[in-house]
């Protein structure tokens, strides 16, 4: 069970995931990186089986409204999108020009250096921070905490003016991820 005691216990039913990078790094200020995070979703979206009805990219976490399809667990493809993003991240970090390279190489490498499982680099936070959706007022409550979020940093004046939300789709115009807004 992890550690801050929200965990998946229903495979396929909708949740709030909250994806932290570790430290809480601004990872999310390159436009590269955003894009390693929407491709990846729209690719689970694709082929995983995963539904995602909400979702917000802030500079260093990932609020998602989602489900697993039947025959398909939450679980797993949350396990392999983070599994995929960190590296794919991590690894442009190290290539492209970056200026904060080996600052954020030190702290990937320091949080994954007491985890058996880590080989070199632990990108994301442990938890997922599940919270489970079983009523119209919680869903309600998720999609405006998640859409007010960039309000709420002074990114933009209006929840559907920032590109990496599903708030662009509620207001009408198709966004970059493939979301259903029926929950």
Not at 77 to 85: A, L, N
Not at 89 to 109: A, C, G, N, T
Request: contains cysteine; glycine residues 2%.
């Amino acid at each position: 069970m992890p550690a801050d005691n929200y965990f998946i216990s229903d495979q396929n039913a909708s949740y709030f995931l909250t994806f932290t990078v570790v430290n809480w790094l601004d990872v999310f200020t390159r436009k590269e990186y955003k894009i390693v995070v929407v491709d990846s979703l729209n690719y689970c979206i694709k082929n995983k089986g995963l539904t995602v009805f909400i979702w917000c990219l802030m500079s260093n976490h990932l609020h998602l409204v989602c489900r697993a399809k039947e025959r398909n667990s939450i679980s797993a493809i949350v396990r392999d999108f983070k599994k995929f993003t960190s590296k794919a991240i991590v690894k442009m970090i190290q290539e492209i020009p970056e200026s904060r390279r080996d600052w954020l190489l030190y702290h990937f490498e320091s949080a994954g250096k007491f985890d058996n499982r880590i080989q070199h680099f632990k990108f994301w936070q442990e938890t997922n921070h599940a919270v489970l959706l079983d009523t119209s007022e919680k869903i309600d409550q998720r999609i405006n905490y998640t859409h007010e979020n960039p309000v709420k940093a002074l990114i933009v004046a209006q929840p559907h003016e920032y590109l990496f939300s599903s708030a662009i789709d509620y207001s009408g115009t198709k966004g970059l991820v493939d979301v259903e807004i029926d929950v």
